[in-house]
Each structure stands twice: as structure tokens, then as C-alpha cells.
């Protein structure tokens, strides 16, 4: 079963940094490509970053583009988002998932997996 396990969310101040995990269990995370979403308080959920299968690219909403890294440990089946000069308006909780589109135009899921419960991030004004 597939299943995904978000970590490492937290309060920080402006300007800050957090390294967020996604495990990922129940398939091969290499063979997909994983994506980052986010989900600010009365708004949709959005893609903030992927990496695609062979980890040949990354991509990023244009936000955070600068500022957040995503990586993938092959050995642990993690991905990680390094985010750093956090702001007020990444707050929000962020998800990962595999069976998203990757590609420069926008990251978007269209898998039929369950999400995960998500990690916290808050950074205040």
C-alpha cells in the first residue's frame, strides 16, 4: 500500500530555514517523480516543487524559486524540500506524492493515492 509519511514542519521566524522529509512506502520512489504541495489556510492546495524520475530535473513554482531545494535519497526512498529565507506566506501544510506532472509549466498532481497527513509549516508576520 502506498503511503506517505511528511516531517520536519515547525514555527520558524522570517528568514528562517526547514528541511522537510517525505517517506515514502509501498513502491520504488526512484521510477516516479515526487512532488512538494502546500496548502496555505483557505486556499487550494498548490505544487511548490518536484524532481523528476532519474532526478535529471528540478522545478519550482516561481515563489520559492531560490529558496527551496528538493532532493531525493535513493537508498532511503526520501525526498526532502530544504527551505530557507522562509516567509509569512509559505505557511501552510505541505504534502509530497508521486503521479505528478513535473515539468517547467507547473507541478500538478493526478494520482489516485491517498495524501498523507501532512507537515506544518508556520512562519508568522
Known amino acids: 500500500q502506498v503511503h506517505f509519511v511528511e516531517s520536519g514542519g515547525g514555527l520558524v521566524q522570517p528568514g528562517g530555514s526547514l528541511r522537510l522529509s517525505c517517506a515514502a512506502s509501498?513502491?520504488?520512489?526512484?521510477?516516479?517523480?515526487i512532488g512538494w504541495f502546500r496548502q496555505a489556510p483557505e486556499k487550494e492546495r498548490e505544487g511548490v516543487s518536484c524532481i523528476d524520475v532519474g532526478d535529471r530535473r528540478t522545478y519550482y513554482v516561481d515563489s520559492v524559486k531560490g529558496r527551496f531545494t528538493i532532493s531525493r535519497d535513493k537508498s532511503n526512498n526520501m525526498v526532502y524540500l530544504q527551505m530557507n529565507n522562509l516567509r509569512p506566506e509559505d505557511t501552510g501544510v505541505y504534502y509530497c506524492?508521486?503521479?505528478?506532472?513535473?515539468?517547467?509549466?507547473?507541478?500538478?498532481?493526478?494520482?489516485?493515492?491517498?495524501w498523507g497527513k501532512g507537515t506544518l509549516v508556520t512562519v508568522p508576520p
Open positions: 506524492a508521486r503521479e505528478v506532472v513535473c515539468v517547467p509549466v507547473g507541478i500538478h498532481y493526478y494520482g489516485m493515492d491517498s
Open positions: 509501498g513502491f520504488i520512489a526512484e521510477n516516479f517523480a
